[in-house]
């Protein structure tokens, strides 16, 4: 079996879809991208295919090693999500070829079912109290929120006060068995986040995400010692060396790859056997489609140490299009009580409906995140 073409469409609402086929007719789906620089990432997995094209679909770890070692330069966000979504494509294809779901080609599932959780609040975050009812209400145990709009280096008191209130709110709303997951998204730094993490512990997070940028993550060592809630991030890590090098500051109570963004199941696979080295809980981040998310609950299925799943149906970034939109069978992916059960279907157990792809590829888009300003003029982080 051979490969013979990579083909590759930007879809609604901000999403990559990648199709690989081959000489016997076996093919595979993944999805490699970044949010809000898929144009880059698709140039860069058709620049990829050089080392593909006239291959053998089913040496996956040999072709990663390819992809990832015969560029001198290597790493990084772009060629990481390029790698991704064509390694989640392979396995797909090698799953498809052989009729059994990938779980049972990493060995065989640990679990039955995932527990999952949703988002509520927005970019800025409000109403998060109403949101996280309904979202209990449809059986939802967890749920993440914002934990603050913009913040600058140092800002006020009045800032941190009512990024607290918010999540009281949010906590008087469904009580004190629901857990509750903050992303600081990166937006506070180190002279508030000192303040702030200390400030939510009342509130029992059930982790606080991000705590600081991920270039600042040696800073937690100063400030969030002591502290009697988990801490979670790696959204923005993309190798085994980045989490290597997290995991033993000893700091991180959970990591977060993205199977978009990380090189795919290939690395996510040794990411979270490193993880579990360290007693580190897996949370896999998954803002993005349905080909991440399958990929996702896959690694999950034959990792003890992942404990719950992010998803993005409903959330606010899906303008245009959804998760289940682009499924042929949408039961796939139904979440029931809280919980997805495993794809059981063969390969990543999601089909793909290749002609309402092309049909929105029409559309596309050119998603970017927002830009936010401080005060001041000066760019805040988003």
């Not at 999805?31 to 053998?56: C, N, S």
């Not at 065989?108 to 949101?131: C, F, H, L, N, S």
């Not at 629901?178 to 059930?206: S, W």
Request: aromatic share 8%; with cysteine.
């Amino acid at each position: 079996m051979k490969i013979t073409r990579l083909k590759t469409w930007q879809v609604p609402p901000r999403w990559l879809f990648l199709k690989i086929e081959t000489d016997e007719g076996v093919y595979g789906w993944g999805e490699p991208v970044i949010e809000g620089r898929a144009a880059t990432v698709q140039a860069a997995v058709h620049e990829l295919e050089d080392y593909l094209i006239g291959q053998d679909p089913r040496r996956i770890e040999h072709l990663w090693n390819t992809l990832y070692r015969a560029g001198f330069y290597r790493g990084g966000p772009i060629l990481m999500s390029a790698i991704a979504g064509i390694d989640q494509a392979l396995w797909d294809l090698k799953g498809r070829d052989l009729g059994v779901p990938v779980y049972q080609l990493l060995g065989g599932r640990v679990r039955d079912r995932m527990r999952m959780y949703a988002w509520t609040g927005g970019d800025k975050p409000q109403d998060v109290g109403a949101g996280a009812r309904a979202l209990v209400e449809k059986g939802f145990t967890a749920f993440k929120m914002n934990g603050t709009a913009e913040m600058a280096m140092v800002d006020s008191y009045t800032k941190v006060d009512e990024a607290v209130a918010r999540v009281a709110e949010a906590r008087e709303a469904v009580g004190m068995d629901i857990g509750i997951g903050i992303d600081f998204h990166g937006r506070v730094h180190r002279p508030m986040a000192k303040i702030l993490l200390k400030e939510l512990e009342p509130y029992r997070p059930m982790f606080v995400e991000e705590p600081v940028l991920p270039e600042h993550l040696p800073s937690l060592k100063h400030i969030a010692g002591g502290l009697s809630y988990p801490l979670a991030t790696g959204e923005r890590l993309h190798t085994r060396y980045q989490f290597r090098d997290l995991l033993a500051d000893g700091m991180i109570d959970i990591i977060q790859p993205d199977l978009s963004h990380c090189g795919g199941i290939s690395e996510g696979m040794k990411i979270a056997a490193l993880a579990s080295c360290h007693d580190v809980a897996l949370a896999p981040h998954c803002p993005l489609g349905p080909l991440t998310l399958a990929a996702s609950l896959h690694l999950d299925a034959v990792s003890h140490n992942a404990f719950i799943q992010e998803q993005s149906m409903g959330i606010h970034y899906n303008k245009g299009n959804d998760v289940l939109d682009y499924l042929v069978d949408k039961t796939a992916l139904t979440i029931t009580d809280g919980y997805l059960d495993i794809p059981e279907g063969p390969g990543l157990g999601v089909e793909i409906d290749e002609a309402f792809v092309e049909e929105r590829s029409k559309v596309g888009h050119r998603w970017r995140n927002p830009v936010w300003t401080h005060e001041d003029g000066s760019i805040a982080e988003w």
